[in-house]
């Protein structure tokens, strides 16, 4: 019994630093913190951006009326590929 207490104490421990080393920003060689936190900082405001210009990309498709079979499947199939780049941003 002892054995398994030990077994799952590891991969508690596994866990806990898994997670660390994913919420621990890593500075690339050359950075200092100063400028580590600027480069996150611009990728946060591009990507926000991005997800702006997606989003209103999304909402002039979606205001669009038409009759038309083949510009109601192309307006569907841009509005898929939107949403997809949108989900990859999340």
Not at 5 to 19: I, L
Not at 52 to 59: F, H, I, S, V, Y
Request: hydrophobic fraction near 40%; charge should be neutral; glycine fraction near 4%.
């Amino acid at each position: 019994m002892e054995d398994m207490a030990r077994g799952w104490e590891s991969k508690s421990v596994e866990e806990q630093m898994a997670t660390v080393q994913q919420t621990v920003p890593i500075v690339p060689a050359g950075f200092n913190a100063g400028e580590a936190r600027r480069v996150a900082e611009s990728e946060r405001t591009h990507r926000a951006r991005q997800k702006q210009a997606l989003n209103l990309q999304k909402e002039n498709i979606l205001s669009q009326r038409t009759s038309s079979p083949a510009r109601r499947q192309a307006l569907e199939a841009a509005l898929v590929q939107i949403e997809a780049e949108l989900e990859k941003l999340n």
